[in-house]
């Protein structure tokens, strides 16, 4: 008898407990919270007042490049960035160097730098991903009230590099053109590959 009295108590609790943790919201409650999020609005403010500005502290994607070599825990907690837990984290590089090859999708650049004289990628096509968006740690996930927000900004920030910045390089970089570039990159920090190292460009230059 105890032993039922203990079963049927322990259901009580699992149904109590399972009813305060569902919460329903109306369908159109929820839309209209997402709709007056303007996520092109915030990654327009967001580009201007918070990552230019933060780009004059962007490392030398060569010194990162020996840096990674010789102390790895310090290049990734001194300048990389990510919103969660995790290997993977973002970092927002600079460099110059001369133009290699002019390809469909990308741009191989050879970095000038004092440490490190890596060939580095451009991507010029399939932009995409969060690593504008988190390298400069300049962004807040306590602003967004719920994750399709949060994403649509990232959206919209790939979007800006994708019809203002790129453009206007692409359609006159050639060849062994001299370039300045600031970028994003991603990196693994369990599984480091330094040899392909991608950058989503957010400033490109022609300097010749």
Not at 52 to 59: G, N, S, V
Not at 142 to 168: L, W, Y
Request: cysteine-free; overall charge positive.
């Amino acid at each position: 008898m105890k032993k039922i009295i203990r079963y049927v108590a322990s259901l009580v609790l699992v149904a109590l407990v399972a009813y305060n943790s569902v919460y329903f919201k109306k369908l159109d409650e929820v839309k209209a919270g997402t709709a007056s999020f303007n996520a092109a609005k915030y990654a327009s403010e967001f580009w201007t007042k918070k990552l230019l500005p933060h780009t004059t502290r962007a490392i030398e994607i060569g010194q990162l490049l020996t840096l990674l070599q010789t102390d790895k825990n310090k290049a990734f907690s001194d300048y990389s960035h990510a919103l969660g837990i995790g290997n993977v984290r973002y970092f927002l590089v600079k460099g110059s160097g001369t133009v290699q090859a002019v390809e469909e999708n990308q741009v191989l650049v050879k970095v000038a730098s004092e440490r490190e004289k890596p060939e580095v990628i451009l991507v010029t096509e399939f932009v995409f991903g969060n690593a504008v968006r988190d390298a400069s740690g300049e962004i807040d996930i306590n602003e967004f009230t719920n994750s399709m927000d949060f994403n649509n900004v990232s959206a919209e920030i790939n979007k800006i590099i994708r019809e203002k910045i790129i453009p206007p390089f692409k359609s006159k970089v050639k060849r062994g053109d001299r370039i300045n570039f600031i970028g994003a990159i991603e990196l693994n920090k369990e599984h480091l590959n330094t040899r392909s190292i991608e950058i989503i460009p957010v400033d490109l230059k022609i300097t010749n």
